[in-house]
């Protein structure tokens, strides 16, 4: 009696294994789904290596830029596109040149700040409370971006130039890829495509990695051949489609042309986003 139990356990056990491994994986179907007047604090936080030669010299020069932005959805429209006004709360700026460090706050106030910190003031605090209009669709495609209006020649890269994941116009499971291409910058010809892979959907979040190529022929207005590979990770809320967390690592390499001289550069980046 008992070992006719066990088989029949066993068979039971092993049939509900095949049952199990039978069942569909788990999909999702991306989408951002945002509401009026719903608000996303973001850190940005940029350490980059840049070596270059410039007039027969060579430079190296270390940065650490960490933004705090706050994007706010200001229009949802019946097609469900989205407007996002971004503002720059708060930038911080270190870099060692040559052994020069330059350390800048936009927090900080104070008036005896030496001439090359006031240089990076002038250039960089101009952005602070500044709102930069961002139209995005329900995949994530930008529509517009009015950044170059709003921030001039500031070189300052944060969440509104790129760091939206873009879904699929389909369900997708863990192990599923689909090709992007991006320009962040709607006035320059620099150029994103990535793969992007779910890897996983746990909880009220999905995971997804991706790969991609940089390319582009300027850079701030002037002639310059641009090639590099990017590649991280994304954290995002299923719910709202919203990025919560997002770590990428870029590397480029840049001929940069400035009054007929050639200037090459290479440039190594790790960025890491978070949302509140």
């Known amino acids: 009696m008992n070992k006719r139990i066990s088989i ?18 788990k999909s999702v179907f991306l989408r951002y789904n945002l509401k009026k007047d719903q608000t996303f604090l973001m850190k940005i936080k940029t350490n980059q290596n840049i070596s270059m030669t410039m ?74 409370g500044k709102t930069i209009t961002l139209e995005i669709d329900q995949s994530g495609n930008a529509t517009s971006n009015n950044k170059n209006e709003v921030m001039g020649e500031t070189n300052i890269s944060g969440f509104e130039t790129g760091m939206l994941v873009v879904f699929p116009d389909h369900e997708i499971k863990a192990g599923d890829s689909w090709e992007v291409t991006v320009k962040p910058d709607p006035s320059s010809d620099y150029t994103i495509t990535s793969v992007y892979t779910l890897d996983e959907i746990k909880g009220k979040s999905a995971y997804i990695s991706f790969e991609g190529t940089v390319t582009g022929t300027e850079a701030a207005g002037n ?24 770590s990428v690592h870029q590397n480029l390499t840049m001929d940069l042309s400035m009054q007929g001289q050639s200037n090459p550069m290479k440039l190594s980046s790790f960025i890491e986003l978070t949302t509140e």
């Open 8 to 25: 029949s356990f066993i068979a039971f056990f092993f049939m509900s294994l095949t049952v199990f491994s039978a069942s569909p994986a």
């Open 55 to 128: 007039n027969d010299q060579d430079i190296s020069i270390m940065q650490i830029v960490t933004l705090d932005q706050k994007a706010m959805v200001t229009a949802v429209s019946e097609a469900k596109s989205f407007t996002l006004d971004v503002t720059y709360d708060r930038i911080q700026f270190n870099q060692n040149a040559m052994g020069m460090e330059i350390i800048w706050d936009s927090d900080d106030k104070s008036e005896n700040q030496s001439p090359m910190v006031q240089q990076i003031a002038g250039q960089l605090g101009t952005s602070i």
């Open 223 to 246: 002639a310059a051949k641009i090639d590099g590979s990017i590649s991280g990770k994304s954290v995002i809320e299923i719910a709202t489609g919203w990025l919560k967390e997002a």
